[in-house]
Antibody, heavy 119, light 112 residues
Framework: QVQLVQSGAEVKKPGASVKVSCKAS????????ISWVRQAPGQGLEWMGW????????NYAQKLQGRVTMTTDTSTSTAYMELRSLRSDDTAVYYC????????????WGQGTLVTVSS | DIVMTQTPLSLSVTPGQPASISCKSS???????????LYWYLQKPGQSPQLLIY???SRFSGVPDRFSGSGSGTDFTLKISRVEAEDVGVYYC?????????FGPGTKVDIK
């Protein structure tokens, strides 16, 4: 069965960086992409961007351009999301989701990773 | 960015009764390929979001047939024919035609 297992919770200081991992199993990793969505405490869902595990192509939300990098390691079927220059409003649960290469259907989601930014 | 709005923002439903959520987009979600990229997700309490409906009206694998989606262009509806206790949570619509993909604010559904 398809599974996306994310890394554990992180606490970071303002200005630091965080790298969240998302390990996929149960399907051919390079036949799909991975999208990242975050949810601030008590808030709705915000799309951050996505990466094709097939060719590494990426699209990022403009508001995060320059601070976010999404990568994949096809040898371990793992996707990564790095966010730099963290601010307090980056405090959120970060989700990875499998996405079809041909359309933005997020069909399976990871369990989420809480990132807390606090001094 | 495309703005997604949902009404109502909260809904309290008696088990066995129907429920309906409206979602409107600020631009048409009809793509030149003929598909309309409107999705519905449910986030149950304490859980990750889960896909219910894709491309307006197609139910994802394992989604009960009491859930149905309809609409076109900029106006869409999610209907639950008979609400069950396990349907509680926040329902989000999402557009997938223009970057950045955007979600509606969510509709919280609980049981009376």
């Amino acid at each position: 069965q398809v599974q996306l297992v994310q890394s554990g919770a992180e606490v970071k200081k303002p200005g630091a960086s965080v790298k969240v991992s998302c390990k996929a199993s149960g399907y051919t990793f390079t036949s799909y992409g991975i999208s990242w969505v975050r949810q601030a405490p008590g808030q709705g869902l915000e799309w951050m961007g996505w990466i094709s595990a097939y060719n590494g192509n990426t699209n990022y939300a403009q508001k995060l351009q320059g601070r976010v990098t999404m990568t994949t390691d096809t040898s371990t079927s793992t996707a990564y999301m790095e966010l730099r220059s963290l601010r307090s409003d980056d405090t959120a649960v970060y989700y990875c989701a499998r996405v079809l290469l041909t359309q933005p259907t997020f069909d399976y989601w990871g369990q989420g990773t809480l990132v807390t930014v606090s001094s | 960015d495309i703005v997604m709005t949902q009404t109502p923002l909260s809904l309290s439903v008696t088990p066995g009764q129907p429920a309906s959520i409206s979602c409107k987009s600020s631009q048409s979600l009809l793509h030149s390929d003929g598909k309309t990229y409107l999705y519905w997700y449910l986030q149950k309490p304490g859980q990750s979001p889960q896909l219910l409906i894709y491309e307006v009206s197609s139910r994802f694998s394992g989604v009960p047939d009491r859930f149905s989606g309809s609409g076109s262009g900029t106006d869409f509806t999610l209907k639950i024919s008979r609400v069950e206790a396990e349907d509680v949570g926040v329902y989000y619509c999402m557009q997938g035609i223009h970057l950045p993909f955007t979600f509606g604010p969510g509709t919280k559904v609980d049981i009376k």
